[in-house]
């Protein structure tokens, strides 16, 4: 039974950072892509950043790339984001995500498991 544990949310104030967790567990994932998208209160799942296991490739939405980092560490089936600068629009509940997928990977339909997500509230 896969699993994706998500970990690491909480309340922090504009500027702050936090570091999320999602651990993976019921699978081989070497060969899957890994992603944190978020959700907003009224508004659409969006893709955040995703790495790639097998080449460490990673990929930002444009409203995250240079203050959130993706990391993974395979001996722990674990992916991390680290989020810095933290701004109130960064306000969501944050999705781990896999998927066996090469192509369009910034949309959520092609992603075969979730975890339960986070919340990650940043005050002003």
């Known amino acids: 039974q896969v699993q994706l544990v998500e970990s690491g949310g909480g309340l922090v104030t504009a500027g702050g950072s936090l570091r999320l967790s999602c651990a993976a567990s019921g699978r081989t994932f070497s060969s899957y892509m890994m992603a944190w998208f978020r959700q907003a209160p009224g508004k659409e799942r969006e893709f955040v950043a995703g790495i790639r296991w097998s080449g460490g490739n990673s990929y930002y939405a444009d409203s995250v790339l240079g203050r959130f980092t993706i990391s993974g560490d395979n001996a722990k089936n674990t992916v991390y984001l680290q989020m810095n600068s933290l701004k109130a629009e960064d306000t969501a509940v944050y999705y781990c995500?896999?998927?066996?997928?090469?192509?369009?990977?910034?949309?959520?339909?092609?992603?075969?498991?979730w975890g339960q997500g986070t919340q990650v509230t940043v005050s002003s």
């Open positions: 995500a896999a998927g066996r997928l090469y192509h369009n990977i910034r949309y959520s339909e092609n992603y075969d498991y």
